[in-house]
C-alpha cells in the first residue's frame, strides 16, 4: 500500500517526505488487528515523527498462531517489535526511545529549557496510575461508585488538571491554546496515554455505566480527545468503542459489567446500526457520503475474499478455536448452493450505500434470505475498526448490513 498520506491499516510502507527509492531503516512488527495497545503507542510515535518504516504484520495469540520466524525473532512472541538498523528491540518502551535517540531530527520529547520539560516524568507515572486503577476495575465484579469508581475518577480528574495545566503554560508563553499533554505540541507523552485513555472511553461506560468522554465533569480531556482527532496520525489510527469493547476480554480476561451500563451497552452494541445513521455517546467525525463510499469501496476492494468470509456463517467452525469469540481463522465456509447469491447481496449492499437514500425494496429474486441473513449479519458483527475501514464507515456499513438483512 502506499507510503504517502493519512495514517492507514493497510499500509505496508510509510515513506512520508522520502523519495520513492528510499529503503526504510525501521520495521514495525504489529497485529494484524490493531488490537494491540502496545503496538499503536509505537505507531503513533512513528507516524508523527515522520520517520520511514515498513510495516509487518502477525497474529496475537487470541486470534492466531504466530509464525515461525517472527518466534525465531522474539521467542516470547511479544508485540510490538522493531527492527532499527537491524537491531531487534522487543518493549515499546525502548524502541520509542531508540527512535528517539537514533532519528533526533523533529523530536517528541522537549529540550529542557523548556517550561513544559519539568512535567514529563510526573505524566508518565500518571499515566500508569490511570491504566492501573482502569485495568484492575474493569476486570473486578465491582458494584457502581465503589472505592474502585471513585479512585478511577479522581485521577481522571487529575489527568484533567494536568491537561488545563498544560494549556496554561502554553498561553503563558504565548500560544493560542495547548490541548496536548506538554501543551501546543504533540508529543511522546500524548502517544502513551492515548491508547489507554480511547480504550477507556470505550470500555467504561459499555462495562460500568460512566462516560468519560463528559465536557461538563472532564472537559480537558474532551479537548484533548478533539485534538487529537484532528491529527492525521491518530485519525487513521484509533478504533472506535464496539470493537475495543469485543476485543479486550480475549486479551486481558472478563470484564465485569455494571447494570448502570445496560443503556450504553445497548447502544455500542448495534442500538444505532439503523439508517439514517446517528451519533451517540462516540462522536462520528465524518459526513455521511464520505463514509459511505469509504464502505463502499472497502467493500468492493474485499468482494472476493468476502463472500467466503459471509459464508462462515452456515459453515462449520473452525479447529482449534480461538479465545476471541468474533475471530475464527480455521472457520470453514459452506461455499455449495450461496457463493452467486452471496455475491448479489454484496453487490446490492454497495449500490445502495453509493445512493443517497438505501432502497432494498427491488432486490434479486431467489436470494435464500436464512442463509444470506445470516452471512450478512456475520460479517455485519465482525468489521473492525480501524483494521477494515473508519468508524464512520463501519457504522454506515453496519448499518446497510441491517437494512438489507431485514428486507429479505
Not at 490511570?130 to 473486578?140: C, G, K, P, Q
Request: charged share 25%.
Amino acid at each position: 500500500a502506499s507510503g504517502r498520506g493519512p495514517a492507514n491499516h493497510q499500509a505496508s510502507v510509510r515513506l512520508f517526505e522520502a523519495s520513492d527509492d528510499t529503503e526504510p531503516r525501521v520495521i514495525l512488527y504489529r497485529d494484524k488487528a490493531a488490537w494491540c495497545p502496545y503496538c499503536e503507542k509505537v505507531w503513533l510515535h512513528l507516524e508523527e515523527k515522520r520517520v520511514p518504516y515498513r510495516v509487518e504484520k502477525v497474529n496475537m495469540r487470541c486470534y492466531g498462531d504466530k509464525p515461525d520466524w517472527f518466534m525465531r525473532m522474539q521467542p516470547s512472541g511479544g508485540i510490538p517489535v522493531a527492527k532499527i538498523d537491524g537491531q531487534v528491540i522487543t518493549e515499546s518502551n525502548d524502541i520509542m526511545q531508540t527512535l528517539e535517540d537514533v532519528f533526533p531530527q523533529n523530536p517528541m520529547l522537549p529540550a529542557s529549557s523548556d517550561p513544559q520539560a519539568p512535567r514529563v516524568g510526573k505524566l508518565l507515572r500518571l499515566e500508569r496510575q490511570i491504566f492501573s486503577s482502569w485495568f484492575r476495575w474493569l476486570v473486578s465484579p465491582s458494584r457502581f461508585g465503589d472505592s474502585q469508581q471513585i479512585n478511577f475518577e479522581s485521577l481522571l480528574s487529575q489527568v484533567d488538571e494536568e491537561l488545563k495545566e498544560a494549556n496554561d503554560i502554553a498561553v503563558a508563553n504565548g500560544h493560542k491554546e495547548g490541548r496536548f499533554f506538554l501543551g501546543d505540541r504533540i508529543s511522546l507523552v500524548d502517544f502513551m496515554f492515548a491508547p489507554f485513555l480511547e480504550r477507556m472511553a470505550a470500555s467504561v461506560p459499555y462495562y460500568k455505566g460512566l462516560v468519560i468522554r463528559d465536557p461538563a465533569r472532564w472537559p480537558h480531556v474532551e479537548l484533548w480527545f478533539k485534538a487529537m482527532e484532528e491529527r492525521d496520525s491518530f485519525k487513521g489510527i484509533q478504533s472506535d468503542y464496539y470493537t475495543h469493547c469485543h476485543d479486550l476480554p480475549p486479551q486481558i480476561g472478563n470484564c465485569f459489567s455494571h447494570p448502570e451500563a445496560e443503556k450504553y451497552r445497548k447502544e455500542i452494541d448495534g442500538e444505532l446500526w439503523r439508517l439514517p445513521v446517528r451519533q451517540g455517546i462516540e462522536p462520528l467525525n465524518a459526513g455521511a457520503d464520505m463514509a459511505r463510499r469509504e464502505a463502499a469501496a472497502r467493500v468492493i476492494e474485499n468482494r472476493d475474499k468476502l463472500v467466503p468470509f459471509c459464508l462462515r456463517a452456515v459453515g462449520a467452525r473452525g479447529s482449534p478455536r480461538v479465545s476471541a469469540p468474533l475471530s475464527d481463522p480455521n472457520a470453514k465456509p459452506d461455499l455449495r448452493f450461496t457463493q452467486q447469491q452471496m455475491d448479489a447481496a454484496l453487490r446490492h449492499l454497495v449500490d445502495a450505500m453509493l445512493m443517497e437514500a438505501a432502497d432494498f425494496s427491488r432486490l434479486s429474486p431467489g436470494l435464500p434470505s436464512s442463509s444470506i441473513k445470516k452471512g450478512l449479519t456475520y460479517l455485519r458483527d465482525r468489521v473492525s475498526v480501524p483494521r477494515d475501514m473508519s468508524f464512520a464507515a463501519a457504522q454506515q456499513l453496519r448499518a446497510h448490513l441491517n437494512e438489507l438483512a431485514n428486507a429479505l
